[in-house]
């Protein structure tokens, strides 16, 4: 089983929807990351956070400790939004661990 | 611009060359990451320093693969004798911001093609 799980690993919706993607882990972290890298491939760090919810524009990112889980939200999305979205936990001196991403598109 | 830069941003080459890649991490920044994604996988840990010191280094990175950070600023990750099986995107990151200790700032990343 793997240390970070994300769920939908492929996501289409309609431009404008509320989309949400879930990140499990297994193993305790000092903070967990949301990135995003489009096509070109490079990784852009969209949250940082150790606990409750960051808010950036039109993006939600929320963490419950207890249960080991964070959600990355995206309000009115735009086909622009569309990306790999990867979840990824560690922090401080420890390496990061990644999950396999979530492949999103959103269509006009 | 004093994000993460990475150099080259795509290598080419054939099976059995040797490639370097740099990689400049944010100034003042101690803690410098590589990482190796290949095709629909998420990134994997390749190996980390403190400083000039390299702390720790995945199974992953076999007899071929060598990084250094000889000043404890830029680093270099060279792979010796490429194989097909090296095609990746190498990312690199920095940390260590006393103000926000845990967290990583992603380079663009060097996409590698061996034919």
């Known amino acids: 089983k793997n240390e970070v799980e994300q769920s939908p690993q492929n996501l289409t919706a309609q431009e404008g929807e509320f989309i949400t993607i879930n990140c499990s882990y297994s193993?305790?972290?000092?903070?967990l990351h949301w990135l995003q890298q489009h096509p070109g491939g490079g990784i852009v760090s969209l949250f940082m956070?150790?606990?409750g919810k960051k808010k950036h524009g039109r993006l939600i990112a929320t963490i419950n400790i207890q249960e080991k889980h964070s959600s990355l939200h995206i309000t009115a999305s735009h086909p622009r939004d569309s990306a790999v979205y990867i979840c990824?936990?560690?922090?401080?001196?420890?390496?990061?661990?990644f999950g396999k991403g979530t492949r999103l598109h959103i269509l006009p | 611009d004093t994000g993460v830069s990475q150099d080259p941003r795509h290598k080419i080459t054939k099976r059995g060359q040797n490639v370097t890649f740099r990689c400049d991490p944010i100034?003042?920044?101690?803690?410098l990451y590589w990482y190796r994604q290949t095709l629909g996988q998420g990134p994997e840990f390749l190996t980390y320093?403190?400083?000039?010191?390299?702390?720790?280094k995945s199974r992953l990175l076999s007899d071929r693969f060598s990084a250094e950070r000889p000043k404890g600023s830029f680093s270099t990750l060279e792979i010796q004798r490429t194989e097909q099986g090296d095609s990746a995107m190498y990312l690199c990151?920095?940390?260590?911001?006393?103000?926000?200790?845990?967290?990583?700032?992603f380079g663009p990343g060097t996409r590698l093609t061996v034919t």
């Open positions: 990151a920095s940390g260590g911001d006393r103000d926000v200790p845990y967290e990583q700032y």
């Open positions: 193993v305790g972290i000092s903070a």
């Open positions: 956070l150790s606990s």
């Open positions: 990824a936990v560690g922090g401080g001196d420890d390496k990061i661990i």
């Open positions: 100034s003042e920044h101690n803690r």
């Open positions: 320093f403190q400083n000039e010191a390299q702390l720790e």
